[in-house]
T-cell receptor, first 111, second 112 residues
Framework: DGGITQSPKYLFRKEGQNVTLSCEQN?????MYWYRQDPGQGLRLIYY???????QKGDIAEGYSVSREKKESFPLTVTSAQKNPTAFYLC??????????FGSGTRLTVV | QKEVEQNSGPLSVPEGAIASLNCTYS??????FFWYRQYSGKSPELIMF????GDKEDGRFTAQLNKASQYVSLLIRDSQPSDSATYLC????????????FGRGTSLIVHP
C-alpha cells in the first residue's frame, strides 16, 4: 500500500540533544512538508520541499533542520536550539488535488 | 498573517442529527479549501475539498463555500458516534504554493 511512514512513533529527547525524525513516502509525490501540532493549536509549518535537493523554511523553522537527498525521504532534525520541542510532528506530501496525505506522526517529549 | 478561524467547540449533537461545522478565512485570494478529520492521537485525513462557490456532496458530507462572505462549512448528515473527532479547516494560500493555513479545529462529539 502506498503511504507515508514516520518513525519512531514516540521519541524522548534529553536537554541539549539533537534528534532526527524519519519520514519516508512511496507515493511518488514531489512535495513534502513537516508540521508541528501542539494541543489546541492548528498545524504550523516547519519546513517544506518541492523537489529533491531543495527545501524552504516555513513559519517556525528556528531550531529545526531538514534534508531532501532522495525523493522518498524528508528527515527532520530537532536541534538543541529548539527550546520547546515537545509536540506532535506530522510529515505530509502533496496529492494531485492540492490536499495532503499525512504520515501517522511522531510524538516527541523532552525528558 | 492570514487567519483561518474555527470555533473550538466542543460541538455536541445527538446521533442521527446534522452536525454543522464552520470556518472563516481572511485572505480573499484563497482558491482551495479542505476539511480534514483528526481522531484523538491520530494524524489528519482528508474528508473533502472544494474549489467553487456552492455545495459539494460526498455521501453524508456536504461542503459549502461562499467566497464573497469568506466562509466554508461542513455538514455531516445522520451523524454517528464514529464521527466524533476534531475537524480541521485548511485554506490554501494564494500564489500556487499549495501551502495551506490550518484552523485550530472544531471538536465534534456525537452522543448515542
Amino acid at each position: 500500500d502506498g503511504g507515508i511512514t514516520q518513525s519512531p512513533k514516540y521519541l524522548f529527547r534529553k536537554e541539549g540533544q539533537n534528534v532526527t525524525l524519519s519520514c519516508e513516502q512511496n507515493l511518488n509525490h514531489d512535495a513534502m512538508y513537516w508540521y508541528r501540532q501542539d494541543p489546541g493549536q492548528g498545524l504550523r509549518l516547519i519546513y517544506y520541499s518541492q523537489i529533491v535537493n531543495d527545501f524552504q523554511k516555513g513559519d517556525i523553522a528556528e531550531g529545526y533542520s531538514v534534508s531532501r537527498e532522495k525523493k522518498e525521504s524528508f528527515p527532520l532534525t530537532v536541534t538543541s536550539a529548539q527550546k520547546n520541542p515537545t509536540a506532535f510532528y506530522l510529515c505530509a506530501s502533496l496529492t494531485g488535488f492540492g490536499s495532503y496525505t499525512f504520515g501517522s506522526g511522531t510524538r516527541l517529549t523532552v525528558v | 498573517q492570514k487567519e483561518v478561524e474555527q470555533n473550538s467547540g466542543p460541538l455536541s449533537v445527538p446521533e442521527g442529527a446534522i452536525a454543522s461545522l464552520n470556518c472563516t478565512y481572511s485572505d480573499r485570494g484563497s482558491q482551495s479549501f479542505f476539511w480534514y478529520r483528526q481522531y484523538s492521537g491520530k494524524s489528519p485525513e482528508l474528508i473533502m475539498f472544494i474549489y467553487s462557490n456552492g455545495d459539494k456532496e460526498d455521501g453524508r458530507f456536504t461542503a459549502q463555500l461562499n467566497k464573497a462572505s469568506q466562509y466554508v462549512s461542513l455538514l455531516i448528515r445522520d451523524s454517528q458516534p464514529s464521527d466524533s473527532a476534531t475537524y480541521l479547516c485548511a485554506v490554501n494560500r494564494p500564489g500556487g504554493s499549495y501551502i495551506p493555513t490550518f484552523g485550530r479545529g472544531t471538536s465534534l462529539i456525537v452522543h448515542p
